[in-house]
């Protein structure tokens, strides 16, 4: 995963590049309808958009003040070389940051495994999001 970084920041800041990455991952690739994808909320969160070495956006996501982590996506073509772990890192430092002692989110039942390597837990039943199965997972955070 060499030269990946990773920028925290406002949606001012961060907005049009991780537009660009959830079109791609979650209107065009999955379906997902764009009044659902699209969220009039996203300037009040923090967001997290990793670049590779030519400094393009390969993968994002977001943190709600409430600790709620979401719309975590990677670029087809990133997949694999642990750019979500990088980014659901710096999304946790920044929740740290904030002094929120826990943080959840709502995983595609499909993505569960990397969430638990990475520390969550799953907790209530399965439930439909946007036409897939999610389960909400949550991680108690240490200082």
Known sequence: MANIHVKTGSWDR????????????????QGVAPSLEQDPHDYQYRHAVAYNAGHQPVGTGRLQPTGVIGRMAVLPAYREQGIGGVLLMALLQEARRHGLPMVE????VQAQSFYEKQGFVAHGPV???????????????TK
């Not at 590049?17 to 079109?23: E, F, N």
Request: no cysteine; charged share 20%.
């Open 105 to 108: 989110l709502a995983a595609q």
């Open 14 to 29: 961060l907005g049009q590049d991780a537009t660009y990455i959830r079109h791609a991952v979650f209107i065009v690739e």
């Open 127 to 141: 439930f439909l999001e946007a036409g897939m199965p999610h389960i909400k997972m949550r991680r108690v955070l």
